[in-house]
């Protein structure tokens, strides 16, 4: 069996999780700024899906991201898969670590992914760490 | 090294006057004349202003001067970013809303001018001098590179008034 027959499909109202590990990607209303969601200079954006897991599963795997990279966690940016799926952007799941999946398939030139980082932040919700 | 290239940056970061101007008389005009636009940007905008910024700026520099201080390899923000993005906050027109700072993976700084999530300009500075810029406004989005030469580009300045609108 293949790696992908084993992962699930990302449903268009799904909800993926990008955890927020610096404090400026969140503005003075809660709101969450583009830098957030700009994968450069690196060729993809990490998302975790909420798909089976907890509240306190998904912070754990949060907390654990945060602590590999020594950084303070923030909160999480929730969106909905079909806004990133809008942007002709694909999301691909890993299999490891557990619920992962890399935003694939972004333009090559840096505004065209602040554009499409941009109508993304608009959309995501800000959830602060409790 | 690393010490080296972070005192210089900090010694850089600190000083408030940078001029060309030689002589005197010329350097001493120069001093009167960037001293007098820090009071005027400060009392015209009623808060943080433009200057307000450029302190947000050498903290924030401070803070991502090193290799990795994403925790995933991101460049550090360096001397040559900073003077860059200091550039652009100072020919900001004066009474022009100041933006917030930050520091991308990449290196580049950001400035962002915020109204709500769907009226909002984001422009990246590379140390290169590239602005990088998209916007949202409304319904409407505008995106693009334009090089600095010293002067806001403006196509810029005029995004920034449509989100200050």
């Given amino acids: 069996m293949s790696n992908k027959t084993e992962l699930p499909p990302i449903a268009d109202d799904e909800l993926l999780a990008r955890f927020v590990l610096f404090s400026d990607w969140i503005r003075h209303d809660q709101t969450v700024r583009p830098n957030a969601f700009i994968p450069h200079p690196y060729p993809n954006l990490s998302v975790t899906r909420h798909r089976e897991l907890s509240e306190f599963a998904l912070w754990q795997i949060g907390q654990g991201i945060a602590d590999k990279r020594s950084l303070k966690l923030y909160g999480r940016a929730d969106i909905q898969a079909i806004i990133v799926k809008a942007h002709s952007l694909r999301i691909e799941p890993t299999l490891e670590p557990k619920n992962h999946a890399n935003i694939t398939g972004w333009p090559a030139d840096k505004p065209g992914q602040k554009i499409i980082a941009q109508e993304i932040a608009a959309s995501a919700r800000f959830v602060p760490k409790a | 090294m690393i010490?080296?290239?972070?005192?210089?940056?900090?010694?850089?970061?600190?000083?408030?006057?940078?001029?060309?101007?030689?002589?005197?008389?010329?350097?001493?005009?120069?001093?009167?004349?960037?001293?007098?636009?820090?009071?005027?940007?400060?009392?015209?905008?009623?808060?943080?202003?433009?200057?307000?910024?450029?302190?947000?700026?050498?903290?924030?520099?401070?803070?991502?001067?090193?290799?990795?201080?994403?925790?995933?390899?991101?460049?550090?923000?360096?001397?040559?970013?900073?003077?860059?993005?200091?550039?652009?906050?100072?020919?900001?027109?004066?009474?022009?809303?100041?933006?917030?700072?930050?520091?991308?993976?990449?290196?580049?700084?950001?400035?962002?001018?915020?109204?709500?999530?769907?009226?909002?300009?984001?422009?990246?500075?590379?140390?290169?001098?590239?602005?990088?810029?998209?916007?949202?406004?409304?319904?409407k989005k505008r995106y693009g590179t334009e090089p600095f030469w010293g002067e806001v580009p403006d196509v810029v300045m005029d995004i920034i008034r449509q989100v200050e609108t």
């Fill in chain 2, 3 to 139: 010490i080296a290239e972070m005192t210089t940056l900090a010694h850089l970061a600190f000083s408030h006057i940078s001029t060309d101007a030689t002589g005197e008389t010329a350097q001493y005009i120069a001093k009167q004349s960037n001293e007098g636009r820090c009071r005027m940007q400060s009392a015209y905008s009623l808060g943080l202003g433009v200057m307000g910024a450029v302190d947000e700026l050498r903290i924030m520099v401070k803070q991502c001067s090193v290799e990795n201080w994403d925790g995933y390899g991101a460049a550090p923000v360096t001397l040559e970013a900073f003077r860059q993005a200091k550039k652009v906050l100072e020919a900001l027109p004066l009474g022009t809303i100041a933006p917030t700072v930050g520091a991308e993976p990449d290196g580049h700084i950001t400035l962002e001018w915020y109204k709500t999530p769907r009226r909002t300009l984001s422009v990246s500075i590379s140390p290169q001098g590239e602005l990088h810029y998209a916007a949202l406004l409304g319904q």
